[in-house]
């Protein structure tokens, strides 16, 4: 099975990680593209292609970018569900890739040429256009063939209207789900702002239990405002300054 490698990495009584499930993509006119920016045993991102029901997956040691002039490594790991494409989290330590999960971008894309992408993975060249938050335009996937284990790849930008030479990662790296760093993931702090619209994919929205921490939080406040309010009544003849 596809994701049989994905669950036997895993324990998921011990990560939030989505077991494989049954979900899929509710239109296949637009597959779903993802970039998780995971700070594991070394800092990486993790690109995601939605392709035959689950997501093909590439991770990518220096990030993928818009400048054309770069080709970044990019090794073909195993596959992944279509819910983990809206994980964003820690993974606990003890477990298979611990460590801090961005969703750093999302959106759809689309194949180019005839080819249905299974095949175009399998003769080592998959060539699709990208609309994502943070990513756009053309991209091409290339196998290196004859390399150490066989899962070597190159990301590499195209040349058209979306290509900014000299693009840095770095200069991005904040959340799309939660407007969060890396360091405030890790820190499990709550998210800056509430986003729910994505690139062409807005039914594709991670739920976590933030709500239920912020619903208390507010929920704290009447109270406080209410300590503050009494004094006030027994110090109207005071100076404001008081």
Aim: glycine share 10%; proline share 7%.
């Amino acid at each position: 099975m596809p994701l049989d490698e994905y669950a036997a990495k895993r324990h998921f009584e011990n990560t939030p990680e989505p077991p494989p499930g049954k979900k899929k993509s509710k239109s296949a006119a637009n597959p779903y593209i993802c970039v998780q920016r995971h700070d594991a045993t070394r800092l990486h991102y993790d690109f995601r292609l939605e392709i035959d029901g689950v997501l093909k997956s590439w991770a990518v040691p220096k990030g993928p970018s818009l400048d054309p002039a770069v080709k970044h490594f990019a090794a073909h790991v195993e596959d992944h569900p279509i819910d983990y494409g809206g994980f964003e989290g820690n993974i606990p330590a003890g477990n298979y890739g611990a460590g801090s999960v961005m969703l750093w971008d999302r959106g759809t894309f689309e194949l180019l040429g005839d080819a249905r992408g299974a095949e175009q993975i399998a003769r080592g060249d998959l060539k699709f256009h990208l609309d994502g938050e943070k990513l756009k335009g053309d991209f091409a996937l290339v196998h290196m063939k004859g390399r150490g284990k066989g899962n070597e790849w190159l990301l590499i930008k195209k040349r058209d209207d979306f290509a900014s030479p000299g693009w840095d990662v770095e200069e991005h790296a904040y959340s799309v789900l939660s407007g969060r760093t890396q360091e405030e993931i890790a820190r499990n702090l709550p998210a800056r702002k509430t986003k729910r619209k994505t690139a062409g994919a807005s039914d594709r929205v991670w739920q976590s239990d933030r709500p239920a921490k912020k619903t208390a939080a507010a929920a704290a406040k009447p109270a406080t405002a209410a300590v503050k309010s009494a004094p006030r009544k027994k110090k109207r003849t005071l100076t404001s300054g008081a």
